[in-house]
């Protein structure tokens, strides 16, 4: 698609709390600092009222409030999670959970006029939530943009969370906070399998990342889009 010409869905998910799970954490239930792949794109689907999201999405997350976590520990009476029964139990679990988290979603890809019309409306079939029952969300329609993509050559000021294979050089400024977030998971398989795993490079208090991409870089293919208002956006 480079040099195409096409529509970008641009919506805000916001919410008091959230909670995006690391598969690998039992115990306790630590959490990714921003909502993941997977979660977003069953996010998408609960929208449209779809079990699972099988589509075509290319997806860009901006931070706009800076990521801050607080531990808790909630009761977790009637979750069987382990050996896959259905016994309850009741103890205190520590969950680590994202506070006051506020994101920015660029979109496009399978069922695009669908969801437009969904978040123009402020529809959902199903309820859309950050990552957990207890972090409800409603998302909000912010603008639909005439985008032209392209492959950056030279250093770029992005304002979205980065994958980091992508980055060949990070220009480090003052005052930011750079971040990293990894394994991720890339698909989810259904339950709680997933195939493949992202890491990102993100700036905590959500200010522009400076570096230069390599948009040739092995690993999970991502594009790019200049925003009407400048900057750039990484679609994955």
Known sequence: MT???????????????????RPDTTATHASYPFITRTALRGLL?????LDHWNGEAWTGIQLLNP???????????GKGYFGGGTQ???????????????????????LFDELHQSLEQGLSVYHTYLGSAFALTKPRFV???????????QTIDCLSVVPSHVVTQ?????????????????????????EGTMNFIYERTGQPIRFR???????????????PSGGWVSLW
């Open 45 to 49: 689907g609960s929208i449209l009222g």
């Open 143 to 153: 603008d639909l943009l005439d985008i032209k993509e392209e492959q950056p050559d």
């Open 170 to 194: 990070l220009e480090v400024q003052p005052g930011h906070q750079y971040m990293r977030a990894g394994g991720i998971p890339y698909r989810s398989l259904g339950g709680y399998s997933f």
């Open 88 to 110: 309850s139990f009741n103890r205190p679990t520590s969950i680590e959970l994202v506070i006051k988290p506020h994101y920015r979603i660029y979109y496009y890809g399978d």
């Open 3 to 21: 040099g195409k010409t096409f529509k970008l869905l641009v919506f805000d998910l916001k919410a008091d709390l959230g909670h995006f799970r």
């Open 213 to 227: 991409p390599d948009s040739s870089a092995a690993g999970v293919e991502v594009r790019w889009a200049t925003l």
């Open 67 to 77: 990521i801050a976590t607080r531990t808790q520990q909630l009761s977790l009476l």
